[in-house]
Each structure stands twice: as structure tokens, then as C-alpha cells.
């Protein structure tokens, strides 16, 4: 059965990213987001230069403000730096942040992330952001990255990271 282990705590160090900005409204997030993903790692990874983790990919989600409708959305791979960013390319920065960290491990190709599959996992994240409410505060309205090393996908499994920043509440 797939599903999400529950979360680790982790510090994340500030990286960078080069991929395809889209825009996409949260309505359509969870059936949107893995078609990019997917378009974005057959036909525009190896238009990045000097990816640091080839076989890596990272979706990073942006909402620039809560009041929108909307999230911009990278599917993209980590680099060094941000100096060689190809035409119809965007870089991003992820900060240095203390992160809540999931795994989703499903017995399908990696492919098969699909609306049912990465609901699962936000449920399970929601549940778990209103069981601890006050003792720490999930950011994922603001930022959040999903990372999947195809690497990991030996034939039988895959799985999915997902990580947030956290404000824990020390009161």
C-alpha cells in the first residue's frame, strides 16, 4: 500500500534550482503540477547546465501571495550556481530553512505520482499540521519543494520527498 511516512525534522541548506516557471491556479495544482513535472523531465532537463544531482528532480512551489488563486510552480534540477540560466529558463534559491520533511513510497514507477496518489500525502501533512497547531507552524502556504531521485526506483517502488519550512513555537 502507498502511503507517507510521518514527518522528520531536518535543516535544509539554501540551494539552487534552473527549470520551467509555470503558473498554476490551486484549483488544478494536484493534476497540473505532476503533467509539467512530467513534460519538464522527458523533453527540458538536459537543457540545464551542470545539473549537481543529474537523476534528481525537485518541483518548487511559490505562492507570492496567500490571497491569490495561484502558485508559480519549477519543475526543475539543482545546480551550483545561478550564472548560466538558458533562454526560457527561470533560477530559484530555496533558503536556508528548518524544514518538516515527509516520504511518500508507493509499489508504482515514479511516473505514476498522480492527483490520487499526492493527495494522500497532502492529507496526511494537513492532519498532522493541525495535530501539532501551536507547537510549530507548517509554511507551506508560502514555499514548499517535492524531490524525487529516479535512482531510488528499482522496478518495484518509488518514493517522493516533500519538504516545508516549519516556525517552531518555543512558548
Excluded at 490571497?67 to 533558503?95: A, E, K
Aim: glycine share 4%; hydrophobic share 35%.
Amino acid at each position: 500500500m502507498s502511503k507517507p511516512t510521518w514527518p522528520h525534522m531536518v535543516m535544509i541548506p539554501s540551494f539552487h534550482l534552473i527549470g520551467r516557471m509555470h503558473q498554476i491556479e490551486i484549483a488544478e495544482a494536484l493534476t497540473k503540477a505532476p503533467e509539467v513535472a512530467k513534460q519538464f523531465w522527458w523533453n527540458n532537463r538536459h537543457e540545464v547546465p551542470n545539473p549537481v544531482e543529474p537523476n534528481i528532480y525537485y518541483g518548487l512551489t511559490r505562492a507570492p501571495d496567500p490571497s491569490l488563486s495561484w502558485t508559480y510552480y519549477l519543475p526543475s534540477m539543482r545546480v551550483m550556481d545561478l550564472n548560466d540560466i538558458p533562454d526560457g529558463f527561470t533560477g530559484d534559491t530555496f533558503p536556508t530553512s528548518l524544514c518538516a520533511g515527509f516520504r511518500y513510497i508507493g509499489n508504482h514507477h515514479y511516473e505514476e505520482i498522480d492527483e490520487l496518489r499526492a493527495e494522500v500525502l497532502y492529507t496526511a501533512i494537513d492532519r498532522l499540521a493541525q495535530e501539532h497547531k501551536g507547537r510549530y507552524e507548517l509554511l507551506d502556504s508560502e514555499l514548499f519543494f517535492e524531490k524525487i531521485d529516479t535512482d531510488a526506483y528499482n522496478g518495484m517502488y518509488c518514493q517522493m520527498e516533500w519538504f516545508a519550512p516549519i516556525r517552531v513555537n518555543y512558548t
